[in-house]
T-cell receptor
Framework: QQPVQSPQAVILREGEDAVINCSSS?????VHWYRQKHGEAPVFLMI?????EQKGHDKISASFNEKKQQSSLYLTASQLSYSGTYFC???????????????FGKGTHLIIQP | GAVVSQHPSWVICKSGTSVKIECRSL??????MFWYRQFPKQSLMLMAT?????????EQGVEKDKFLINHASLTLSTLTVTSAHPEDSSFYIC????????????FGSGTRLTVV
């Protein structure tokens, strides 16, 4: 089932902060965050695993509330390069061979203005 | 990090012809690869899971006879769009899970298919 992302779009001034949310109605094993620029493939930002482990980039942080099956991506001191569409992808369970793929939300469009 | 190469990056074909898209894991072996489709201004939708040495599994609503998947080696999966029609025009992206101890998915650069 497709996770729900909010907000649908955000417009910020350079240097401002943003929070993007992702929620699922099913129990998740992991949440993956990607940024996609127009015409390009998604770029990995962050992964959050059940149990609290996180892997990602330095200037981007995220949280995963296992009780609520909700994840939030925090973008601080936004830069012009942060513009793009942010997707969360969810994984219900990890079968070892990676046989599930990701189910993506509809995306959040982020526009950073100078 | 893991690298997934996808080729071609774009293709224009005539209606009724077939198009093959290749996806390679360059520095790791991928027993499983995933194919996604993305229509303009929409999210990525998983089409099928490609399994090395066995049949692909398709998501509900995806025509297996139209989208042929072959995963002949541990580093190569191909997607063939057969008898393409304008409604098949889309952005096709492959993905593979990063090798241990990483847990993320690496995506190819995508293929923009336009059927005229």
């Amino acid at each position: 089932q497709q996770p729900v992302q909010s907000p649908q779009a955000v417009i910020l001034r350079e240097g401002e902060d943003a929070v993007i949310n992702c929620s699922s109605s099913k129990a998740l094993y992991s949440v993956h965050w990607y940024r996609q620029k127009h015409g390009e493939a998604p770029v990995f930002l962050m992964i959050l695993l059940k149990g609290g482990e996180q892997k990602g980039h330095d200037k981007i942080s995220a949280s995963f509330n296992e009780k609520k099956q909700q994840s939030s991506l925090y973008l601080t001191a936004s830069q012009l390069s942060y513009s793009g569409t942010y997707f969360c992808g969810t994984e219900l369970h990890y079968s070892g061979g990676g046989a599930d793929g990701l189910t993506f939300g509809k995306g959040t469009h982020l526009i950073i203005q100078p | 990090g893991a690298v997934v190469s996808q080729h071609p990056s774009w293709v224009i074909c005539k209606s009724g012809t077939s198009v093959k898209i290749e996806c390679r894991s360059l520095d790791f072996q991928a027993t499983t690869m995933f194919w996604y489709r993305q229509f303009p201004k929409q999210s990525l939708m998983l089409m099928a899971t490609s399994n090395e040495g066995s049949k692909a599994t398709y998501e509900q609503g995806v025509e297996k006879d139209k989208f042929l998947i072959n995963h002949a080696s541990l580093t190569l999966s191909t997607l063939t769009v057969t008898s393409a029609h304008p409604e098949d025009s889309s952005f096709y992206i492959c993905s593979a899970r990063d090798p241990w101890p990483f847990y993320g998915y690496t995506f190819g650069s995508g293929t923009r298919l336009t059927v005229v």
